[in-house]
């Protein structure tokens, strides 16, 4: 195949209208756009399949999702919405399994994959996160199915991060590397991913940037909005994993200023909101109640724990400002959601956030990992009204114009259509490349 060149940069905006309809298979092996949100393994890439999914059957696509099945009550076959079908594979037990234990699975995950594919080929495939690469590899490879790749968190990247902490199977950078090099194309979604994946060793060239999207017909300004007692409000929405830095946040409230001493902070994630024993169990919330009671705003903080997807939206309306100051963040839905819902974000200048977040637009960025400036950008915001509701409609604005997940999705066909038509080569199936 013939490569073409293609600089890496935010994709243009979406084609006229639906092309000829694709069979499309989007490989997610932990991250189900069926799993309830704000799990430690559920958060923004069950939202980005899901939604990319869905944005893609509208395009006139059939698309159909694997994920690992991870329950013995879940059918086999869920129909997710009209064009989207989830289809839950066999590989390891049917139980929930912490993603970073899932690797020895991922054989039997693929094998899966290529009988199903041998019987009924879809046009393409796309993998998302390097497990799911792998055993795609395992099953496109030997049928000749062309496939991209998005890797949504990097190895490189946790490790230097997390250090000693690091809990990923020992093989993953070189897995990500096999499968950058063995795909026909790597989709990342901010430019910060591009410097990681040529530090990697993979050309830049043969990398397309797609950012994520957020639906702006559901994370909009007008609707209901959850209220407290308190004076101000700020929200950390997320996964509820150290990374995401809802210790910042907590530390940051205890530096407000005295005339923000009603202000509470709202931390929305971890095990379901109406399971509360295991609220009151879970480890990284009694941590992190144990920080507040030191720091002296325990009766300032409140833990919803997982909220359904609808509860989301309201949820965001109620608030002030938005925390996102995660230490690291591959990209971030939570800063397009708040944006699309005309809030306000303060988040740290990391990956996907310093493409998002317009500072002073749309909000302000601060060094990760540093509750006095997160404490100061909070307070400056809200001492000024007028700069809350400026930046909220620029946020606004700004969704509407680059991350809909209309235009993801066409961007995301565009890169199909190239694969399809042999534009780029994978440089795994012309070097000597093994892991």
Known sequence: MTRTSQSPGPSPGPSPGPSTGLAIALVSEHASPLAALGGEDAGGQNVHVAQLAGALADRGHAVTVYTRRDSAALPATVRLRPGVTV????????????????????????????????????????????????????????????????????????????????????????WERYVGLSCDRTVATCRDEVAELTAMGLAAERVSVVPCGVDPDLFTPAGPAATGARSHRLLQLGRLVPRKGAETSIAALARLPDAYADTELVVAGG????????????PEIRRLRSVARQLGVSDRVRFTGGVPREEVPPLLRGADVVLCPAEYEPFGIVPLEAMACGVPVVASAVGGHRDTVADPGTGRLVPPGDPAALAEAAAGLLADPAARAACGAAGRR???????????????ERVYHAIRAGAYAPDGRKENAHV
């Open 271 to 282: 095990p379901p909101a109406d399971r509360p024993d295991l609220l009151a169990a879970d």
């Open 398 to 412: 700004r969704v509407l114009s680059r991350y809909r997940w209309a235009s993801v999705a066409a961007a995301t």
């Open 87 to 174: 289809r839950q594979v066999p590989a390891g037990p049917p139980e929930p399994v912490p993603k970073d234990r899932l690797l020895p699975f991922m054989p039997a995950f693929g094998a899966w994959l290529e009988r199903e594919w041998a019987a009924a080929p879809p046009d393409v495939v796309h993998s998302h996160f390097w497990m799911s690469g792998v055993a795609t590899l395992r099953a496109a490879m030997p049928l000749g199915i062309p496939f991209a790749h998005t890797y949504h968190a990097l190895g490189t990247v946790k490790r230097r991060h997390q250090g000693a902490a690091d809990t990923s199977p020992p093989g993953r950078i070189a």
